[in-house]
């Protein structure tokens, strides 16, 4: 681990320049260990009030400091978001959970094992050295939205809910602005290093939902064992009916790109239409068409695939009466 | 005095079933407990002698080649790159040091300096600023893609198994694929050196003392008589710290060098680059049978890999000529020199794999042969160890299966693709466990103190197995003591040496030499008390001789010393000793996601005579859940292109976790084995694993009708087979 200089941030503006802000740490201190991140200067935001939960709205204001563990107890969430609160609690372990914070699981980084290993070329860690996981073990990659330069996924949980909840991210900084969350990570195109749209002198304070939608929420986690691993895919769902009709869906999916992927085309696909076997096949055909494996993670088409229909069949009501 | 004992007969009457204590075999709680769960336990990197540095290992960037130049770290006190540096831990039991010369790189991942620095922050940050230059070679890093070496003493034919395949009424063929394995102890491996003039003392995490003496010294260039090793406390081993590893070489070479104690603590990367892998396999399994079940051909050929001029090889078929009977027989054990880090032993080398994979292949031909995967076991166990003709010492798998069979419900077993619950197929299996049973040399001494309290004294580990426990029960039982009236003392080379800690043979060698070293001690009470050995009773501090009975500290005028012996004798030849036992598993098997989840095992067990049922029981939830992670999880990912582990740290690399593991059950077998010394007592740490995977992915098969023969049984490879 490289020397770093370290504050304690006690307002908002009290940011130097250049520092790395750092909150519950749970992934940055691992990447300044192997020396994947290097800062100069650490800002520890943690005495910051950025740690409330409340109304905004008819929707809700989630603190950038808010924990994983607070945020997936709260009864609110737990009512009004329960998709949230299920995908909270499908990631990672209870310590870390106790440690990681909304902002800062947002901002996490990839697992891709390539990206932690100083010896691979990885252009995510030194833009242009190459990609060492295409040809390499990369069964636990993405198969949407990659590009030559990088296949990681983004590996979090919490943020593939948020999608579906269609929530914003609020960012503080020279000009404080709002950021759908659609729209906070990126893919990785030629810029694999540039992750998110959060500049680096800027800040976020909340993640703000709206209001409350409904229906059957439902976060459905495959992984390779049933504590602490990281999704192979995963499918957060929030299902509306209406007279046996699909009235509303919004799907997001983890594990399977850069971002927590969405497809609006799969979901007017489903609205509308009865629940069936066949109309699950159609919208995962239309979700799967731009995939492409890599050899080790060619399975997560079928795998998704099969995911999204059990998903569905639950939140449709299918499974019950099968 | 020392009483020496070599075992080259039976002993039918064991005198530990005529003691008075009553305390051997009960489930006495980890005497060392307290200090560990309270912080006190000390470990090889929590000593802190004056002046500590902190040293931390180098590792080679390319699979293999020459180190051309090291460079310069700011910031540290020293770059060593020693020339007796070691390119790879010692295997266990030798008595060399392994390989030197740092300057040739074999793997990825070789350690090839030591950067010391005040720090350990220091230290990293210059070991990671390094500028090293190297000659890069191409080397061979797929098992598969060599010709590999096949060693004519470890090949084996009797019959023609070729024409029993023919003529076979059911037959089975079939190719597995297990991947490297790594050891995954809690305790990352670590060192702390310190001279004292040409004395060295080195703190580290050992298995076995005598034979690491012998191998530091070696690699050092000292007399072992030069060296102290200590490991009092071993945070888990599983075969990781059978030998030395770069970590003591380094730290002993850097205290030296820089006149300061030094430490030297792996990361978790490094342990999984730096201490042995258990070699992936590949394993073809031929079998052949009459229409009612009867084996007339086994034929088992393993694929390993090390790296070349290292003598270890995963010993694959080791249980495979004893464990059930066929005329037709052949082994076939062929060995590819590649440069993946090196092989050694890891949690039960040889059956863990071997008979896992031996018992999916018997519940293949079950099914093909329409007979009860139980029965087929059954109709095929051997009275004689085939070949050889020399008897068992005890066996004990019929009763294993029978027992188990009862036990678990076997009889409610549905046939496969027959029960859905919900999401989920729900299936059982089964699978034999049998392990070579051995024992080692082992010394210990005892004392037993005026007052009356006893001092047991070997170079013994405990490696969180419950070596403390046992060995204070055994001294407490044979000299008549409470437990906690007997002080075990451990992991100190400068005492009588032991077998260590390995290869399931620590209790019974150590604890044998321990009951001898008090049964030399009872000898000499009887002497002051004046009555026959054999009329004298020991129990609760008393002695007892006809019908008069006294404190023990009252008879005891000084300290009494005994030494115990045991050597190993004629039984390891004139019987086949192994344990046996059977695993049972009940899986749930998602038929949309392919995930796994094991609802339910029970392994029955026959160790011979158990030492301490709640240490026991628990060395088997281990082994069991060990079972579980080569089924369902462990995996060591090599890189194709230059063959590092890809999965090196522990959110990678996935052991089974508390979610993971369900209910276990451990059932122990009444068992009394003659040949293996007084205590009828074999070993039993890695007898759980041996077979436990085969149970579960037999399951799987019975749950969802997939057979995965590509370990570990993730969701892709059950979906790949899911039939919808």
Redesign the interface.
């Known amino acids: 681990m490289k020397p770093f200089t370290y504050h304690r941030a006690q307002t908002l503006t009290d940011r130097p320049d250049g520092a790395t802000i750092i909150a519950g740490g749970t992934n940055l201190l691992d990447l300044m260990k192997h020396e994947v991140m290097t800062p100069e200067a650490l800002l520890d935001i943690t005495a910051l009030d950025l740690n409330r939960l409340e109304a905004q709205g008819e929707g809700l204001r989630i603190g950038a400091l808010v924990r994983n563990s607070d945020l997936a107890a709260d009864p609110v969430i737990r009512r009004d978001y329960p998709l949230l609160s299920r995908a909270l609690l499908a990631g990672a372990s209870g310590q870390l959970r106790n440690m990681a914070t909304t902002g800062g699981n947002l901002m996490q980084r990839t697992r891709c094992p390539y990206f932690y290993d100083r010896r691979m070329p990885c252009n995510k860690r030194e833009p242009g050295s190459g990609c060492a996981a295409i040809g390499g073990i990369n069964r636990n990659h993405a198969i949407l939205g990659t590009s030559p330069a990088c296949i990681a996924t983004y590996s979090g949980d919490m943020a593939v809910a948020l999608r579906a909840l269609d929530a914003e991210v609020e960012i503080d900084g020279p000009a404080p602005r709002r950021v759908p969350l659609s729209e906070f990570h990126r893919l990785p195109g030629d810029t694999p290093d540039v992750e998110t749209a959060l500049r680096p002198d800027e800040i976020i304070t909340a993640v703000l939902l709206p209001a409350p939608i409904g229906g059957q929420q439902l976060y459905r986690k495959v992984r390779d064992r049933a504590s602490y691993a990281f999704a192979l895919v995963s499918v957060a769902a929030i299902i509306g009916m209406e007279n046996n009709r699909i009235a509303h869906a919004a799907l997001a999916f983890g594990g399977v790109a850069a971002k927590p992927w969405r497809d609006a085309g799969a979901e007017a696909l489903l609205i509308g239409q009865p629940p069936s076997d066949a109309l699950f096949e159609q919208a995962a055909d239309l979700i799967l068409k731009p995939a492409k494996g890599y050899g080790g993670n060619d399975f997560k088409i079928p795998l998704l695939r099969r995911t999204l229909i059990a998903t569905l069949r639950d939140a449709t009501g299918m499974e019950a009466t099968a | 005095m020392t009483r020496h004992l070599k075992v080259d007969a039976p002993i039918p009457d064991s005198p530990l079933d005529h003691m008075a204590q009553g305390v051997l075999g009960k489930p006495v709680s980890r005497l060392e407990g307290p200090l560990k769960v309270t912080g006190r336990a000390t470990y090889a990197a929590e000593a802190r002698p004056d002046g500590l540095l902190y040293g931390v290992l180098v590792q080679a960037?390319i699979p293999a080649g020459k180190v051309l130049s090291i460079g310069d770290a700011p910031g540290a006190l020293a770059v060593i790159h020693d020339p007796r540096l070691i390119r790879y831990a010692a295997q266990g039991m030798a008595t060399e040091g392994p390989t030197a010369g740092p300057d040739q790189v074999e793997y990825?991942g070789q350690a090839i300096a030591v950067v010391v620095a005040e720090t350990f922050?220091a230290a990293?940050?210059a070991a990671?600023a390094l500028q090293i230059t190297y000659e890069a070679k191409d080397v061979p890093v797929d098992p598969e893609a060599v010709e590999p070496e096949r060693p004519e003493k470890k090949q084996s034919a009797t019959g023609d198994l070729d024409r029993a395949m023919q003529d076979a009424a059911h037959t089975l063929d079939q190719i597995w694929h297990t991947p490297s394995h790594t050891a995954a102890a809690m305790e990352p491996h670590a060192a702390i050196a310190e001279w004292s003039g040409d004395q060295l003392t080195v703190r580290a995490g050992y298995q076995m003392l005598a034979t690491s003496r012998e191998q530091l010294a070696d690699a050092l260039g000292i007399r072992p008589d030069q060296l102290r090793l200590l490991a009092p406390y071993v945070g888990g081993g599983f075969g990781s710290k059978l030998g030395i590893n770069a970590d003591s070489v380094a730290a002993a070479i850097a205290a030296h060098q820089l006149g300061r104690p030094v430490q030297v603590v792996m990361t978790r990367q490094q342990v999984f680059d730096l201490a042995h892998r258990r070699s992936e396999t590949r394993q073809r399994i031929r079998l052949a049978c009459t229409a009612d079940g009867k084996l007339t051909g086994i034929g088992h050929e393993a694929l390993v890999s090390n790296l070349p001029g290292v003598s270890f090889s995963e010993p694959v078929t080791q249980a495979t000529p004893f464990t059930y009977q066929a005329a037709h027989r052949q082994i076939v054990h062929a060995i590819a020199r590649i440069h993946r880090s090196c092989a050694g032993s890891v949690r039960a080398p040889g059956e863990a794999v071997g008979a896992t994979v031996f018992e999916c292949a018997m519940d293949e031909l079950a099914e093909t042969a329409d007979i009860d995967p139980v029965e087929l076991r059954l109709c095929n166990i051997p009275d004689t160890e085939p070949g050889t003709n020399r008897p068992f010492s005890s066996h004990k798998l019929a009763e294993a299966l029978r027992e188990g069979a009862s036990r678990f419900g076997w009889s409610d077993r549905r046939p496969t693709r027959q029960r859905l619950e919900?999401?989920w197929y729900i299936g059982m299996g089964v699978a034999s466990a049998v392990r070579v049973n051995s024992l080692i040399e082992s010394r210990a001494r005892v004392i037993l103190q005026a007052d009356g309290r006893a001092i047991v004294e070997t170079d013994m580990t405990d490696i969180g197995t419950g070596s403390y426990t046992i060995l204070g029960q055994i001294a407490a039982e044979t000299l008549g003591l409470a437990v906690d009236r007997v002080e075990v003392r451990l992991g100190d080379s400068d005492f009588p040496p032991a077998s260590g800690s390995g290869g399931s043979f620590g209790a019974a060698s150590s604890g044998t030499s321990v009951y001898l070293a008090c049964a030399e001690i009872r000898s000499q009470i009887a002497a002051l008390a004046g009555c026959d050995e054999a009329d004298l009773t020991l129990q609760n501090g008393q002695v007892r001789t006809g019908n008069v009975s006294r404190p023990l500290d009252a008879l005891l005028t000084a300290e009494l010393t005994g030494d115990g012996h045991l050597e190993p004798g004629k039984t390891e030849d004139t019987v086949r000793q192994a344990t046996w036992g059977s695993h049972w598993a009940e899986v749930a098997v998602?038929r949309?996601?392919?995930?796994v989840?094991v609802r339910r095992m029970l392994g029955v067990f026959a160790c011979g005579r158990v030492l301490n049922e709640k240490t026991a029981r628990s060395q088997c939830l281990g082994g069991m859940t060990f079972g579980l992670g080569m089924a369902?999880?462990e995996a060591m990912?090599?890189?194709?292109?230059d063959g590092?582990i890809?999965?090196?740290d522990l959110?990678?690399y996935?052991i089974?976790?508390?979610?993971?593991v369900p209910p276990l059950e451990v059932h122990f077998l009444s068992e009394s084995d003659t040949y293996v010394g007084p205590l009828h007592a074999k070993g039993l740490g890695e007898l759980g694993i041996c077979g436990a995977g085969a149970a579960i992915l037999n399951a799987i098969h019975n749950a969802c009708g997939v057979r995965v023969r590509e370990l570990p049984a993730?969701?892709?490879k059950i979906?790949?087979g899911l039939q919808d």
């Open positions: 960037a990825m922050e990293q940050a990671q919900g999401e998602n949309w996601t392919g995930e989840r369902l999880t990912e090599h890189d194709p292109r590092h890809v999965t090196r959110a990678e996935h089974p976790c508390h979610a993971d993730t969701p892709d979906i790949a």
